[in-house]
């Protein structure tokens, strides 16, 4: 078995989409929160355009985190266990930002 053990190097990729998965994940549940409160109680259609520009907006956060952890995974040389959180978290708002449309829009 030639298989290397993972250097202690910092994996840059995996920490940027670490940091953009916590991000995102933390700005769609916001958003979301605001939007089904907002749908609730009725005053979603003055602030609809604007939830719907931010959450978005950190999705699309979300999806970037995806690609740079799916690029970090593959890095050999350095640890990657943070680009696979990165990457899950990523995802993660992706799905809740996709989840809240259909609550809210259905």
């Known amino acids: 078995?030639?298989?290397?053990?993972?250097?202690?190097?910092?994996n840059v990729l995996?920490?940027?989409?670490?940091?953009?998965?916590?991000?995102?994940?933390?700005l769609v549940f916001a958003t979301g929160l605001c939007a089904?409160?907002?749908?609730?109680?009725?005053?979603?259609?003055l602030l609809a355009?604007?939830?719907f520009v931010c959450g978005a907006t950190s999705a699309f956060l979300g999806l970037l985190g995806f690609g740079l952890g799916a690029a970090g995974l593959?890095?050999?040389e350095r640890a990657r266990a943070t680009a696979a959180v990165g990457?899950?978290?990523?995802?993660?708002?992706v799905c809740l930002f996709l989840l809240v449309l259909r609550v809210v829009g259905g």
């Open 14 to 26: 995996g920490d940027t989409s670490l940091r953009l998965g916590i991000a995102s994940t933390a």
């Open 87 to 93: 990457l899950a978290l990523g995802m993660l708002g």
């Open 36 to 45: 089904l409160l907002g749908a609730r109680q009725g005053w979603l259609q």
């Open 49 to 51: 355009v604007p939830l």
């Open 74 to 76: 593959f890095n050999k």
């Open 1 to 10: 078995m030639n298989e290397h053990p993972p250097s202690s190097q910092p």
